[in-house]
């Protein structure tokens, strides 16, 4: 009988802490209502940042003008086996350490730290000597690897993010939101710079001044980390002890079993 009360009483206990968890755990921006949005003002850029893949194209009124600065990679073979000449996608552009990248005619270029539109711009002015002003070039530059990584209690996921925008709620909201045994006055920020220095942050979601924080836009190669909130880490507790208690019991029955069987022989 007492085999069958231990697990029923464990259960009980579990969600009597559910059921007990505090309301003001659960909701997000709880005094949103009481706090000033003024320090929130002011639209995100991107800064570009080594192992960035950059896709950059040049356009110019005769394309012909453009073709050497834009390089292509041929995805198809001809008739006789050779690279064709159509039908190729652009040529990724990967910074390097230095902050540097290789681009076609000009050679390197630095745009460690720079926005899409200040990249753009530099591209711009290096590739003018090279063509006339007739041509009205014009330089597109997207960051085609940016990306943030969720883990934790909202699962695992990785996110890209076409629009090099994305602030911590989006990546919570796409990543499928936290349950209610995610925790959320200590949502984890790990974060990589340009020199390679790591760093941590640390979220409340229950607190309406996170949008006013400076970490509210994720960076690129972000990572983010739910903890399970002291119910779920409780009952994992609970349970890891009950499973060895069990096979204590178990194992102690057994022998004692064998030795009455013995006994009695």
Not at 196 to 225: A, C, E, M, V
């Amino acid at each position: 009988m007492k085999k069958f009360v231990i697990p029923f009483v464990t259960l009980a206990f579990v969600l009597l802490m559910n059921s007990c968890m505090g309301s003001k755990e659960v909701p997000y921006f709880q005094n949103i209502d009481h706090i000033s949005l003024a320090d929130s003002r002011g639209l995100y850029d991107a800064k570009i940042m080594p192992k960035d893949m950059l896709t950059i194209t040049v356009n110019t009124v005769n394309q012909e003008a453009a073709r050497p600065f834009n390089l292509t990679v041929s995805r198809s073979l001809n008739n006789t086996g050779e690279i064709a000449s159509g039908g190729g996608m652009l040529q990724g552009y990967l910074v390097d350490n230095d902050g540097y990248i290789n681009f076609p005619v000009v050679g390197k270029i630095h745009v460690l730290g720079l926005t899409k539109r200040e990249c753009e711009d530099r591209i711009l002015s290096k590739i003018m000597p090279y063509m006339n002003e007739a041509e009205k070039p014009i330089v597109t530059v997207r960051m085609s690897s940016y990306r943030v990584t969720v883990i934790g209690e909202i699962g695992s996921r990785v996110i890209p993010v076409s629009t090099e925008k994305m602030s911590i709620i989006e990546a919570i909201a796409s990543a499928g939101d936290l349950g209610l045994q995610g925790r959320r006055d200590n949502v984890l920020l790990i974060r990589e710079d340009e020199s390679g220095q790591k760093s941590i942050h640390r979220f409340n979601l229950n607190d309406g001044n996170i949008l006013n924080d400076p970490y509210y836009y994720l960076q690129q190669n972000d990572i983010i980390y739910v903890q399970p909130n002291r119910v779920k880490a409780k009952s994992a507790g609970i349970g890891a002890s009950t499973n060895m208690w069990f096979t204590f019991v178990g194992i102690v029955t057994s022998v004692a079993s064998l030795l009455v069987n013995v006994l009695k022989d």
